[in-house]
């Protein structure tokens, strides 16, 4: 088997991952890999001698063999809730708000944003929001006071429609990556964090840490005016961002065994009511201690696998993409 790191070598660093992924992958199973926008990784072609199938980076899917309704109710966080429910699947559920009055004439009422406090409270006075479509962990947090969620959902409507607002929920968080029915790896999500140098507070660690969030097109970490974010951390120290636990975000997994059989048929469940064949599930367990106690976060239908390369599992990612290439019909003709 190649080296994947011969693939990323001399590659920008902004050259898509499923890109050098694919290309790593029609090496290894003998079809064709074609870049056809002037090496940027954006579009390319991957072809065997009788078949041809395009993708693309950004918002595109690179799992075709997900039909698109199945990954566009995915996408949707409350769509993908609302089927989970009706499926028997435990899963956090939530309400949403839009946060613009733009085809207001076309949906029902309670789901504006001066509805969203009403809600809030009626969870108590803490929520975890987030964008109804949004993904990478942009601008999900969790809010604990009415002030707060307004000045967030203000941040949010520059760049989303609408929000989904969830209970907060303390437990283990997974990723459960399935292909088909078949298990192809779990991993445990932690927080991201800052390392202390003895020189600067926490509070500027974290002002660098959003400033790189931020070149990578994602929502700032939330600075507050605790006093205790002035302290400097000894040198190696580290300090747990809470909330978001995203890779983009700066948070981490790591390959471990399935946490049950419990947890597994819950992801396995989640992704049938859903009609995925590729699908990533995020979910909770061990829910304030009760180790019977798991729901599901959300439906990921076009899941990075970058965790992956940093694990050196580059066999995991060929199994995926010779997935792909099968579904399509790559092979055999």
Same mark, same amino acid.
């Given at each position: 088997m190649r080296n994947l790191e011969q693939f990323r070598s001399g590659k920008p660093s902004h050259y898509p991952d499923q890109s050098i992924y694919a290309a790593y992958a029609c090496a290894e199973l003998g079809l064709a890999f074609r870049d056809i926008d002037a090496g940027t990784g954006l579009v390319f072609n991957v072809s065997s001698a009788a078949r041809s199938l395009h993708f693309g980076a950004g918002r595109c899917s690179w799992y075709p063999q997900n039909?698109?309704?199945?990954?566009?109710?995915?996408?949707?966080?409350?769509?993908?809730?609302?089927?989970l429910a009706q499926a028997g699947v435990a899963a956090l559920g939530g309400e949403y708000f839009f946060l613009h009055d733009r085809h207001r004439? %076309? *949906?029902?009422?309670?789901?504006?944003?001066? +509805?969203?406090?009403?809600?809030?409270? !009626?969870?108590?006075? &803490?929520?975890? #929001? !987030?964008?109804?479509?949004?993904s990478r962990g942009d601008f999900a947090q969790a809010l604990y006071d009415e002030a707060a969620l307004i000045r967030h959902l203000g941040e949010v409507a520059h760049y989303y429609d609408a929000v989904l607002m969830q209970p907060i929920i303390a437990g283990a968080e997974y990723r459960v990556f399935l292909l088909d029915d078949e298990i192809l790896y779990t991993a445990r999500k932690q927080p991201p964090s800052v390392a202390g140098d003895g020189v600067r507070t926490i509070r500027d660690l974290?002002?660098? %840490?959003?400033? #790189?969030? @931020? &070149?990578?097109?994602?929502?700032? #970490?939330?600075?507050?005016?605790?006093?205790?974010? +002035?302290?400097?951390?000894?040198?190696?120290? *580290?300090?747990? =961002?809470?909330?978001?636990?995203?890779?983009?975000?700066?948070?981490?997994?790591?390959?471990?065994?399935?946490?049950?059989?419990?947890?597994?048929t819950l992801a396995r469940q989640a992704a049938q009511a859903l /009609?995925?064949?590729?699908?990533?599930?995020?979910?909770?367990? +061990?829910?304030?201690?009760?180790?019977?106690?798991? @729901? #599901? =976060?959300?439906?990921? &239908?076009?899941? &990075? =696998? *970058?965790?992956?390369? @940093?694990? /050196?599992?580059? +066999?995991?990612?060929?199994?995926?993409?010779? %997935?792909?290439?099968?579904?399509?019909?790559l092979f055999g003709v």
């Open positions: 039909n698109a309704t199945a990954s566009t109710l995915a996408s949707d966080k409350y769509f993908a809730g609302r089927i004439a %076309h *949906r029902p009422a309670g789901h504006e944003r001066e +509805d969203a406090p009403v809600y809030f409270a !009626k969870l108590g006075g &803490s929520a975890f #929001v !987030k964008p109804l479509t949004g974290l002002s660098a %840490h959003n400033h #790189v969030l @931020q &070149s990578r097109g994602l929502s700032p #970490v939330s600075i507050g005016l605790d006093a205790a974010l +002035d302290a400097v951390l000894p040198e190696g120290e *580290r300090w747990e =961002i809470p909330g978001r636990m995203n890779l983009s975000a700066g948070g981490t997994m790591v390959l471990e065994a399935p946490p049950s059989d419990a947890a597994l /009609g995925l064949r590729v699908a990533a599930i995020d979910l909770f367990t +061990d829910i304030g201690g009760d180790a019977n106690a798991m @729901q #599901v =976060i959300e439906v990921n &239908s076009n899941p &990075s =696998i *970058r965790l992956l390369e @940093q694990s /050196g599992r580059g +066999d995991l990612i060929l199994k995926i993409w010779h %997935h792909t290439f099968s579904a399509m019909g």
